[in-house]
Every structure is written in structure tokens, then in C-alpha cells.
């Protein structure tokens, strides 16, 4: 996002397409990666902690939006949608994984270092 932080000043259609791109890259690759643990911990929580019966149906709600959103975006490209049956166990798997890489990126980019 950084190397590309001048695309949100350009005018014309480049400079549209950088505006629209730098907001899905901090939505999409900084927020919701930095808000997953949030979730997860809540999630705990509320099932182990607060006896709340309405975390797990949350947390179901959440990964079938996703799979929803996987499968519309699967659609559009002519995939098949059978494909999407192990999503939900693969975004569990892989979310606990990307953890320690967004947490690291963002350590490293508010101590000012450059990765090589």
C-alpha cells in the first residue's frame, strides 16, 4: 500500500482505480486480518466464558458470508462451486496462520523498517 500511496493524488481514470484500490487494500488486507483475532477471542469468550448462545451462530453467520461471497465471486469467474465446500475449515486453518504476518507487517511499518 505504501509504494502505491501517491496513485490516491493522480487525477483521471488512474488515479480513480488507485483511490478504489487503496481503500480495498486497507479494508480488505489491514482491517479485517487485524479485526480476525478480535473475533476469534470473542468468539471464545462468549462460548466458554460469558455462556453466550448466540456467538457461535455469529461466528457460523460470518463464515457463511464469506463462503456466499467466495461463491458469487467463483460465479462471475466460471469456477465451479463445489469448490467451496472446504472453505470454511480452510479460512479457520488459514486465518490462525496469517496472524503472526499481519501483525508483523504492521510492527515493522510503525517502526519505519523497510523488508528486503
Same mark, same amino acid.
Given at each position: 500500500m505504501w509504494k502505491h500511496r501517491s496513485s490516491w493524488r493522480d487525477r483521471g481514470p488512474a488515479g480513480r482505480i488507485g483511490r478504489y484500490g487503496l481503500i480495498y487494500l486497507f479494508a480488505f488486507q489491514l482491517v479485517l486480518p487485524?479485526? %480476525? @483475532?478480535?473475533? $476469534? !477471542?470473542? #468468539?471464545? =469468550?462468549?462460548?466458554? +466464558? &460469558? $455462556?453466550? @448462545?448466540? &456467538?457461535?451462530?455469529?461466528?457460523?453467520?460470518?463464515?457463511?458470508? /464469506?463462503?456466499?461471497?467466495? %461463491? =458469487? &465471486?467463483?460465479? #462471475? $469467474?466460471? %469456477? !465451479?462451486?463445489?469448490?467451496? +465446500? %472446504? #472453505? @470454511?475449515? /480452510? /479460512? !479457520? !486453518?488459514?486465518? /490462525?496462520?496469517? =496472524?503472526p504476518v499481519v501483525i508483523q507487517s504492521v510492527v515493522t511499518a510503525i517502526h519505519g523498517a523497510q523488508l528486503k
Amino acid at each position: 500500500m505504501w509504494k502505491h500511496r501517491s496513485s490516491w493524488r493522480d487525477r483521471g481514470p488512474a488515479g480513480r482505480i488507485g483511490r478504489y484500490g487503496l481503500i480495498y487494500l486497507f479494508a480488505f488486507q489491514l482491517v479485517l486480518p487485524l479485526l %480476525g @483475532p478480535a473475533m $476469534d !477471542v470473542f #468468539l471464545l =469468550y462468549g462460548m466458554f +466464558v &460469558a $455462556d453466550a @448462545p448466540h &456467538a457461535i451462530t455469529i461466528w457460523l453467520l460470518f463464515l457463511a458470508i /464469506q463462503t456466499a461471497g467466495a %461463491g =458469487y &465471486a467463483l460465479h #462471475l $469467474d466460471g %469456477g !465451479v462451486l463445489a469448490s467451496t +465446500v %472446504g #472453505l @470454511p475449515l /480452510q /479460512q !479457520v !486453518v488459514h486465518r /490462525q496462520l496469517t =496472524y503472526p504476518v499481519v501483525i508483523q507487517s504492521v510492527v515493522t511499518a510503525i517502526h519505519g523498517a523497510q523488508l528486503k
